[in-house]
DNA sequence: TCATACAGTGACCGATCGTGCTTTTTTAGA
DNA sequence: TCTAAAAAAGCACGATCGGTCACTGTATGA
């Protein structure tokens, strides 16, 4: 049996368990909530998670992915270097203003959220942050031929992911419609800086 | 009479709800916890605090606080500009890094967790991180004389705190020793290239 | 078509949630 | 020291928490 309507249920679960941390964080979503939101009963839920946790494992491991999905979409398209991070940069960007519009990044949430608290959701997420760190240190290094040093291009990825950050605050809770022009500038700068 | 056993506990009460929220964040505090941990009952929480959302209130607010009292400590004694910029980034750093070492900055963590809760919470948090963004940018506008822009002050605050939220995920997340390191060299990168 | 593996329900568990209400213990001013 | 007020405990409440179990409908592969 190829468990066809399970598989489509269980995708719904995962998606409303993201939405919902993304909102109220990992540790206060409810069972209850979900089940209601995706039209279960809260048993019903049992028949696809383990346990709660197993299920946000899901929904981190899920949110990852279309995340990875969004930001490097067009990337691969693109010449290595500043083309493919200008574009990632702008992807980011609107990963959180426009995709998230509610609840924001489950990403950002998650690592202030889990970042003092062991546990399979922290370290699946650092992983995953980790390699996409590196993914990003590897675009800097090609920015210059011969290369930069690998410190400075960890520090340039350092800085990208700050103003990801800072934009994301900017935006979200001050709710200043600068915040893109501000991120975009710091960026701009840096890549001027970086690639010289 | 002038209640001074009442007050000693009130303070307990709220610095372990802030201590908690940093942690866990406020959607999953709890008063059992709480009281617990200050060697109180459940119902001896009411006597200080109307409901649960006053005490968080209260946390947050008190949380506030110590960050300025801490950033600013020996501000107010350097001359304006760069010099009291450079000390406030350096407390800055220190505040993740120490003052908070269980639980990070819990402005930090309510800044992400609040930013989609409208309600008392999400108003404080937003006025009084309004206030100190233009604290600092008064601060960059001592830089040059005559004075940059508006508008180049705000971008340099913003870059400022972007840098300040990279540190917290690099070195509690991450726990990357490095997050210090590329922080404050990105940091007077900026000042270098604003105060020109 | 038919048997069966799977999806989903509903009742229920002990624990804990935030919050009242009443009573007891502490504290501090006179 | 005595007393009034403050501080805290105790208890109970309805709701909800994550989770189990026995059961039923249904979709699917043979």
Redesign the interface.
């Known amino acids: 049996m190829s468990m066809r309507k399970g598989e489509a249920t269980r995708a719904r679960i995962v998606a409303e368990t993201g939405r919902q941390a993304a909102?109220?964080?990992f540790?206060?979503v409810s069972l209850g909530d979900v089940a209601e939101a995706v039209g279960l009963s809260k048993s019903g839920l049992f028949k696809h998670f383990e346990s709660k946790e197993a299920m946000e494992l899901a929904a981190l491991d899920q949110g990852f992915d279309r995340f990875l999905a969004f930001n490097w979409a067009n990337a691969d398209e693109l010449p290595p270097g500043r083309p493919r991070l200008e574009a990632v940069f702008d992807n980011w960007l609107d990963w959180t203003e426009v995709e998230n519009a509610?609840?924001?990044c489950l990403i950002?949430?998650a690592?202030?959220?889990?970042?003092?608290?062991p546990g399979p959701l922290?370290d699946l997420?650092?992983m995953r942050?980790?390699r996409w760190?590196a993914r990003l240190k590897a675009e800097f290094l090609a920015l210059r031929d011969p290369p930069i040093s690998e410190t400075e291009a960890?520090?340039a990825a350092?800085?990208m992911?700050?103003?990801i950050?800072?934009?994301?605050?900017?935006r979200?809770?001050?709710d200043d419609e600068?915040?893109r022009a501000?991120?975009r500038?710091?960026f701009k700068?840096l890549l001027d800086?970086t690639q010289a």
């Open positions: 909102i109220r964080g540790g206060a509610a609840g924001g950002n949430q690592a202030v959220e889990l970042d003092d608290q922290r997420l650092r942050i980790q760190r960890e520090q350092f800085q992911k700050s103003f950050l800072g934009h994301s605050e900017q979200r809770l001050l600068r915040a501000y991120a500038a710091a700068a800086r």
